[in-house]
């Protein structure tokens, strides 16, 4: 999303969500639902000070800014020092796909230190639909943090990777159950000298495996399947696999899918690095505008 021109205007709403890693914020109009301005960084430790650096840049492109909605793992604490209001994550997710997807069937987001799974089940006759959500509460395995530990492992950067093809040709055992086990068998894959790309492709691989085992509960992804998340926004390879292993259990369950064009039934949106930000900015529309929040100086 790019930054747009400076204007005045009091009522519009920031959505800021404080993940494990990353701050993303987004600056939203409330009239249009339109997002103006956005910001997307790493925090390294520093989750304050960056929440602080991305409110004053939107402060100073945008004047008047009042309303703050906030979310994610990190954001509960500095909610009363910025008189914001703290929006849980599922939630501002759902809400972000409800308004950007009604079509869509499940969710996934990959976060640092988080994954969540929502499918949505048809609750009634008159075509509404429920939200099962599943979200991973003991261990970061399967996450992005498990993918930078890893990264740190092969000495690679990030952004050396973004690109990578998706090769299931040559894929090694992971244990992604386990963060600790999952960086186990990296060293010992790297030791056996086995290339970057096999890596990281078999780490991709027990991912999948492991939120589809796990976190769906027992439940069949729903198509449309709408993927989020920094990890599943940047890693090329990463989108393939779940295009991959979410088709093959579809077929072993007898799901019938519409096969004519699978990146569109299984698709990143675009800002899907923000949907967590921008649902909370929704969430905030629906608050009385003369509710009183900070503005940061």
Partial sequence: MQNA?????????????????TVKTVLVDPKTQRILWSDYQRHETKQAEKVMEQLKAASAAFPGIARIFMTGSGAEPLTQPLG?????????????????HPEAGSVIELGG?????????????????????SMNDKCASGTGATIDKCLVKLGLDPRDIGSMAWDDSKLHPVAAKC??????DIVNLVK?????????????NAIVMQNLSVLTRGNTLL??????????????????CWRQRIVET?????HTFPEDDITKLIF????????????????????PEHRRLSRPR
């Avoid at 920031?14 to 993940?19: A, I, K, S």
């Avoid at 096999?198 to 991709?204: D, K, M, R, Y």
């Fill in 5 to 21: 021109p400076a204007f005045t205007a009091s009522n519009l709403v920031l959505g800021v969500d404080v993940g494990s890693t």
């Fill in 84 to 100: 914001a209001k703290f929006v849980q994550e599922v939630n501002a997710v759902t809400m972000a796909v409800d308004r950007l």
């Fill in 113 to 133: 230190q988080d994954a969540k799974i929502i499918i949505y089940k048809a609750s009634g006759e008159n075509g509404s639909k429920r939200a099962i959500a």
């Fill in 179 to 184: 963060g600790v086990f999952a960086e186990t």
């Fill in 192 to 204: 056996s000298g086995i290339p970057s790309r096999e890596i990281l492709c078999s780490l991709a």
């Fill in 223 to 240: 198509h449309s399947v709408v993927l989020l998340g920094g990890p599943n926004t940047y890693l090329k390879f990463l989108q393939h």
């Fill in 250 to 254: 579809w077929k072993e369950r007898g």
């Fill in 268 to 287: 990143v949106p675009p800002n899907s690095d923000l949907y967590a930000a921008f649902g909370a900015a929704i969430y905030g529309m629906h608050e």
